[in-house]
């Protein structure tokens, strides 16, 4: 699932033509790509009932919520 669609960039900067759709989905890849290659994380709906386990790998992948490295990420 896409965090934002060509279509939400066109609306929110208020496009109306189609001459600039393919460079708007590029650029929403391109978004999701730097947000989950920055996080480390990929932020996807899961589905209703659907139960999701995160589990650290070491300390500084979060292992504490009040660690101070996973409030600053």
């Known amino acids: 699932m896409a965090y ?5 960039l066109k609306n929110y900067m208020k496009i109306s033509g189609n001459s600039d759709d393919t460079q ?3 650029f929403a ?11 480390h994380r990929v932020f ?5 009932g659907t139960v999701k ?14 660690d101070i490295y996973t409030l600053l990420s």
Do not use: C, M, N
Not at 29 to 39: F, G, K, S
């Open 4 to 8: 934002i669609t060509a279509t939400d």
């Open 24 to 26: 708007l989905a590029l």
């Open 29 to 39: 890849d391109r978004a999701q790509h730097v947000v989950e290659t920055y996080t």
């Open 44 to 48: 996807e709906w899961a589905g209703a």
């Open 53 to 66: 386990k995160f589990t650290p790998t070491s300390y500084l992948d979060g292992g504490d919520l009040l």
